[in-house]
C-alpha cells in the first residue's frame, strides 16, 4: 500500500509571502494567526500520514500471516486425508485427536491474523480521513489568507478540528 503524501510546501511558502507582504496593522495579527494555525494543521496532517501508512502495512503484514496458516492449515488437512488412506496404520503416529487439535490451533491463529489485519484497517481509513479534513482545512485557511476573509480561516478550524477528532479516533 501506498504512504500517503501530504503536498502542502507550496501553501506555507503561499503564506509565508503573504505575512511578509501585510506586515503591519490589526491585520498582520490575524494573518499571523492563521499562518501559525496552518502550520500546526500541517503537523497534525503529517503526523495522521504517518500513522495511517503504518496501519495501511501491518493490515498487509497481519494479511499475509492470516494466508500462511490458512495455507497450512490446508496442508494439515490434505496430509490427514492422504494417511487416512495409507494402508500401513504404522505411519500415522498422532491420534486423531492431537491432529484435530493441532488443526483448530492452526485456524485460530488464521482467523487472529485477519481480525487483526482488519483493526489495522480500519484504523487506516480512519487516519486517512483525518489527513484528508487536515488538507482540506490547510487549503481553506490559505485562501484565508489570499482573500483576507476570515470567516474561510474558522471554517478551516472547525474542519481541522473534525480531522483532529478523526485523528484521535485512529489513536485508540
Same mark, same amino acid.
Given at each position: 500500500?501506498?504512504?500517503?503524501?501530504?503536498?502542502?510546501?507550496?501553501?506555507?511558502?503561499?503564506?509565508?509571502?503573504?505575512?511578509?507582504?501585510?506586515?503591519?496593522?490589526e491585520?498582520?495579527?490575524?494573518?499571523?494567526?492563521?499562518?501559525?494555525?496552518?502550520?500546526?494543521?500541517?503537523?497534525?496532517?503529517?503526523?495522521?500520514?504517518l500513522?495511517?501508512?503504518?496501519?495501511?502495512?501491518?493490515?498487509?503484514?497481519?494479511?499475509?500471516?492470516a494466508?500462511?496458516?490458512?495455507?497450512?492449515?490446508q496442508?494439515?488437512?490434505?496430509?490427514?486425508?492422504i494417511?487416512g488412506?495409507?494402508?500401513?496404520k504404522?505411519?500415522?503416529?498422532?491420534?486423531?485427536?492431537?491432529?484435530?487439535?493441532?488443526?483448530?490451533?492452526?485456524?485460530?491463529?488464521?482467523k487472529?491474523?485477519e $481480525? /487483526?489485519?482488519?483493526?489495522?484497517?480500519?484504523?487506516?481509513?480512519? =487516519? +486517512?480521513?483525518s489527513?484528508? !479534513?487536515?488538507?482540506?482545512?490547510?487549503?481553506?485557511?490559505?485562501?484565508?489568507i489570499?482573500?483576507? $476573509? /476570515?470567516?474561510?480561516?474558522?471554517?478551516?478550524?472547525?474542519?481541522? =478540528? +473534525?480531522?483532529?477528532?478523526? !485523528?484521535?479516533?485512529?489513536?485508540?
Amino acid at each position: 500500500m501506498e504512504d500517503i503524501e501530504i503536498p502542502t510546501e507550496h501553501l506555507h511558502e503561499a503564506i509565508k509571502e503573504k505575512v511578509e507582504e501585510h506586515s503591519g496593522g490589526e491585520g498582520n495579527k490575524s494573518i499571523l494567526y492563521i499562518a501559525i494555525s496552518t502550520a500546526l494543521m500541517a503537523v497534525f496532517a503529517a503526523i495522521a500520514g504517518l500513522l495511517a501508512g503504518h496501519h495501511s502495512n501491518e493490515a498487509l503484514i497481519e494479511q499475509v500471516k492470516a494466508s500462511d496458516q490458512w495455507a497450512w492449515y490446508q496442508a494439515k488437512t490434505i496430509k490427514v486425508a492422504i494417511m487416512g488412506l495409507s494402508t500401513d496404520k504404522k505411519e500415522n503416529s498422532k491420534s486423531p485427536e492431537q491432529i484435530k487439535k493441532e488443526e483448530d490451533d492452526i485456524m485460530e491463529k488464521a482467523k487472529e491474523a485477519e $481480525k /487483526n489485519s482488519e483493526l489495522h484497517l480500519n484504523k487506516h481509513k480512519t =487516519l +486517512a480521513a483525518s489527513v484528508t !479534513l487536515f488538507q482540506v482545512a490547510i487549503a481553506v485557511s490559505a485562501i484565508s489568507i489570499l482573500t483576507r $476573509k /476570515n470567516m474561510l480561516w474558522y471554517t478551516g478550524v472547525v474542519i481541522s =478540528l +473534525a480531522g483532529f477528532a478523526f !485523528l484521535i479516533a485512529g489513536l485508540l
